[in-house]
């Protein structure tokens, strides 16, 4: 997805349109954001210290680290930023910082079902998925001039050669940028030290 689709699908979620944003921006696994807490968003440093995940196993909530069982610090766009700190301030530091309608953690079952599933059907892709936003921050990331090393520390991968083997084909071809400038150092005129 570009920004245009992101938009229009968090636009079509309605009150959940952060959450889109924040999955596409982020890059955090659903998980990773069911548990976010709102002492763990800093709004001034603008960065989401993901420590926690939590995953639904047979209707009941398993609270955890998350995959790679590190901490990661990611950065959050200002808009994004700007978006989180009426739901953030309003929160105490414990509190989740996206909820299910009736409080308690937002579950991705019920979060398809009622708000991402139709708003795919109307606005596309067919069969997209929340875990679909993770690749598209991603994409976005790397199309903004993101290098290796920020994408796999966004997305928490253990490796940069976990990294280039998911999203290597979406890194800009720039052999012949690294040609020409070979070529210019080659061809500067020799200044004589003295």
Partial sequence: MDHAEVAKLAERCGSYGTVVRFLAYTGLCWGELAALKAGR????RRRV??????TEVN???VWGSPKTHERRSV???????????PIVCARPDDALVFMAPRGGVLRVRNFRRAVFD???RDVGPQGFHPH???HTAASLAIASGADVKIVQQMLGHKTATMTLDLYGHLFPDR???I????????????????
């Avoid at 968003?41 to 001034?44: A, G, I, K, P």
């Avoid at 210290?49 to 939590?54: F, I, K």
């Avoid at 950065?75 to 700190?85: G, H, T, Y």
């Avoid at 070529?183 to 003295?194: K, S, T, W, Y």
């Fill in 41 to 44: 968003v800093d709004l001034v």
């Fill in 49 to 54: 210290l993901v420590a926690e995940s939590v």
């Fill in 59 to 61: 209707g009941e909530l």
């Fill in 75 to 85: 950065p959050l766009p200002r808009f994004l930023a700007d978006e989180l700190e």
């Fill in 118 to 120: 139709p708003a795919v």
């Fill in 132 to 134: 679909e936003l993770r």
């Fill in 175 to 177: 052999l012949n940028d």
């Fill in 179 to 194: 040609a020409d400038r070979m070529d210019l150092a080659v061809r500067a005129p020799i200044v004589p030290h003295e």
